[in-house]
């Protein structure tokens, strides 16, 4: 079964700009989530999203968005970047039955964003 | 607030020692916990989890983990660690029935041979 697969896997962008990030998850899983790695703040939770609805989402800013697709695929925006964006944004999916999630998520190998 | 927090920030052992990460949480109701494991230059991995049932969790590589409810506590150990084990670690709490994991800080092992 292939992993989680997230694209691009590099991006350099300058202040101002906008990203959009793609992730795709394990075949069947229907639970995608995203995350921020930084050397300073570590993991950070940023949205969950299952059936096409966002579950549940973290402290960031409202330049941060995603959004996920009846096959599951979803992508995440950041608007007006700072140079703070700077990071590793992880995809994680799981396989979730219903309403009841098992919590055993699989990471993909993250989007390296660099913001000049 | 939910939280999580490693004590260890960075470990320094031999081959052969033995291994204790220490990793306390907050938060009200129940959780499911984790560790997971990034080696270098590879993406995050499940090494163990716990959900419900036995407190005492083995996962992979000989790694387990012990969950003390009254302690808020989910720490991980190895008895006898190698080379291959260097690595950053981290414990993460899930509130029941979501996805959202809350993340310590990490903890860099680095064992020498």
């Known amino acids: 079964k292939a992993g989680v697969t997230q694209t691009p896997r590099y991006l350099i962008k300058t202040r101002g700009q906008q990203v959009t990030l793609s992730c795709s998850p394990i075949s069947g899983h229907r639970s995608v989530s995203w995350y921020q790695q930084t050397p300073g703040q570590g993991l950070q939770f940023l949205f969950e999203?299952?059936?096409?609805?966002?579950?549940n989402k973290g402290n960031f800013p409202g330049r941060f968005s995603g959004r996920q697709f009846s096959n599951s695929r979803s992508e995440m925006n950041v608007s007006t970047l700072e140079l703070g964006d700077s990071a590793l944004y992880l995809c994680?999916?799981?396989?979730?039955?219903?309403?009841?999630?098992?919590?055993?998520?699989?990471f993909g190998p993250g989007t390296r964003l660099t913001v000049l | 607030a939910q939280s999580v927090s490693q004590h260890n920030h960075h470990v320094i052992l031999s081959e052969a020692a033995s291994l204790e990460l220490g990793c306390n949480y907050s938060y009200g109701g129940t959780v499911n916990l984790f560790w997971y494991v990034q080696y270098p230059g590879q993406h995050l991995q499940l090494l163990l989890k716990?959900?419900?049932?036995?407190?005492l969790v083995k996962g992979i590589k000989g790694f387990e983990a012990e969950f003390i409810k009254s302690k808020f506590s989910f720490n991980l150990r190895k008895p006898s660690v190698q080379w291959s084990d260097t690595a950053e670690y981290f414990c993460a709490v899930s509130p029941y029935n979501t996805d959202k994991l809350i993340f310590g800080t990490g903890t860099r092992l680095q064992v020498f041979p």
């Open positions: 999203y299952f059936s096409e609805t966002q579950r």
């Open positions: 994680a999916s799981s396989l979730a039955r219903g309403q009841i999630f098992y919590n055993e998520q699989f």
């Open positions: 716990y959900f419900s049932g036995d407190p």
